[in-house]
């Protein structure tokens, strides 16, 4: 008779935590994030192959293999294999552990890609421009915002899709194979992305014209008459100019801001700015 090897919530959550603070742990070339993904799920392994040390062997060598992703949204791939050497351990003969490895294969490229550019190329950009929108004029406040909420989304984000990988199990490959569902969620925080870094943009990008005309008691800037058209003008054409150059030009930051020193350099000599 086949004994039903259950794992409890506690259990589980356990192995949630140890993936939040020991996924990078042990990273090398061989393995890359192996062994943290074997230590992450080493305890409730232990607990369901309590009496088969030789499956626990099979079972931690299994989960040491190579494995490499995004860390945040890459957190549901080893709850989706803690679910899956549940089932194997439970069943056996008609469970075959090579789902295990294969899964995490399958997942684990399209999660790393998801991850770095809603997370790494979204998100942390947008965090980052709120951020420097309230470090003006030297305020520590920007850089503890940016601290404390971008380590409370990755907390939260990374113990809910663990435990979310091991209640779906294999359907969630289902559900992470979605294009159209990946595309409305990256359009959307794009979307976001562009507002929050405009209006840091136009509050933080100063380039003000000195130049004026003067007649009599009357002097005239030419930045007042930008202003009346379009406010922040000159601005706003460097901000796009930058992007220009580092979208289309291929311009690396640190050449972006030597360009930038060098136009400003020369605007100040000549005093047009």
């Not at 232990?46 to 040491?64: F, H, I, Q, W």
């Not at 380039?207 to 030419?222: K, N, Y």
């Not at 901000?239 to 350099?265: C, H």
Request: aromatic share 10%.
């Amino acid at each position: 008779m086949m004994s039903n090897k259950k794992l409890t919530k506690k259990d589980v959550s356990k192995a949630s935590w140890r993936w939040l603070f020991f996924h990078q742990s042990s990273h090398n070339y061989e393995r890359m994030m192996g062994t943290g993904f074997c230590h992450s799920l080493s305890g409730s392994l232990e607990k369901l192959y309590e009496d088969d040390k030789e499956g626990l062997s099979e079972a931690l060598t299994r989960n040491m293999a190579f494995f490499n992703t995004e860390p945040q949204l890459g957190s549901i791939i080893p709850g989706v294999a803690l679910a899956l050497e549940e089932s194997y351990a439970n069943d056996k003969e008609n469970f075959d552990p090579e789902i295990i490895p294969s899964t995490k294969n399958a997942l684990m490229g399209p999660l790393a890609g998801i991850g770095d550019s809603i997370l790494v190329g979204t998100l942390n950009p947008i965090l980052l421009s709120i951020g420097i929108g309230l470090s003006k004029d030297g305020s520590p406040l920007g850089a503890i915002f940016f601290m404390i909420v971008w380590v409370a989304l990755v907390v939260a984000l990374k113990y809910s899709l663990f435990i979310k990988g091991y209640q779906l199990g294999l359907d969630t490959i289902k559900i992470l194979m979605n294009n159209e569902l990946k595309m409305k969620i990256t359009t959307a925080l794009t979307m976001i992305g562009l507002i929050v870094i405009g209006g840091v943009a136009s509050t933080t990008v100063k380039a003000p014209i000195i130049v004026q005309f003067t007649s009599g008691d009357m002097a005239i800037t030419i930045q007042s008459i930008f202003d009346k058209i379009t406010p922040n003008l000159p601005a706003l054409l460097i901000t796009l100019a930058s992007y220009y150059l580092v979208a289309k030009k291929g311009w690396n930051s640190n050449k972006l801001l030597i360009g930038i020193l060098g136009f400003a350099f020369i605007m100040v000599l000549f005093k047009i700015m």
